[in-house]
T-cell receptor, first 111, second 113 residues
Framework: QKEVEQNSGPLSVPEGAIASLNCTYS??????FFWYRQYSGKSPELIMSIYSNGDKEDGRFTAQLNKASQYVSLLIRDSQPSDSATYLCAVANFGNEKLTFGTGTRLTIIP | DAGVIQSPRHEVTEMGQEVTLRCKPISGHNSLFWYRQTMMRGLELLIYFNNNVPIDDSGMPEDRFSAKMPNASFSTLKIQPSEPRDSAVYFC???????????FGQGTRLTVV
């Protein structure tokens, strides 16, 4: 079983709709969770971090964490073509800087 | 701050040659990470340093790979000898210790022919 799993996609969403990206992890000791966005040919860019169960909102982005289900998700409201990218989920244990990444979900926003 | 700076951005080399990739972390960050990204395997952690000391090198694929961090503002990843299967994008990232919000450099695209 992979440590961090994501659906590779591609996920296609109409412009203006909500894009929902999902991630599951296997290590119950995981405490820190991140979403990175990576445009083609570019480096990963941190867009959200979440440490506690529940929702965390930042602009059009909402991260959701459920530690009991070992599940973290990213919602993108009012999707824009500029949101088209690969989204990487990353997980770490408390006090451990080592990040484990999923393989990413490729998201395409259709105008 | 200029962010994490990597050089070169692109490297094409012949099989068997030595390759050295360079990284300057964000000032004040004392954790540094080297990642490799390929289509097949995604983003893999090769090694990371805390306060210039290697903490975990379990991701280094084999003895042909070595990494050093002689001071807080510079790190190298060396491959000797290089092989075609080493072709990938190599990223350096940095963060503050105990803070896992890591920031990535622009990467080095390595092609070994």
């Amino acid at each position: 079983q992979k440590e961090v799993e994501q659906n590779s996609g591609p996920l296609s969403v109409p412009e203006g709709a909500i894009a929902s990206l999902n991630c599951t992890y296997s290590d119950r000791g995981s405490q820190s969770f991140f979403w990175y966005r990576q445009y083609s040919g570019k480096s990963p860019e941190l867009i959200m971090s979440i440490y506690s169960n529940g929702d965390k909102e930042d602009g059009r982005f909402t991260a959701q964490l459920n530690k009991a289900s070992q599940y973290v998700s990213l919602l993108i409201r009012d999707s824009q073509p500029s949101d088209s990218a690969t989204y990487l989920c990353a997980v770490a244990n408390f006090g451990n800087e080592k990040l484990t990444f999923g393989t990413g979900t490729r998201l395409t926003i259709i105008p | 701050d200029a962010g994490v700076i990597q050089s070169p951005r692109h490297e094409v080399t012949e099989m068997g040659q030595e390759v050295t990739l360079r990284c300057k972390p964000i000032s004040g960050h004392n954790s540094l990470f080297w990642y490799r990204q390929t289509m097949m395997r995604g983003l893999e952690l090769l090694i990371y340093f805390n306060n210039n000391v290697p903490i975990d090198d379990s991701g280094m694929p084999e003895d042909r790979f070595s990494a050093k961090m002689p001071n807080a503002s510079f790190s190298t990843l060396k491959i000797q000898p290089s092989e075609p299967r080493d072709s990938a994008v190599y990223f350096c990232a940095s963060s503050q210790i105990m803070n896992t919000e890591a920031f990535f450099g622009q990467g080095t695209r390595l092609t070994v022919v």
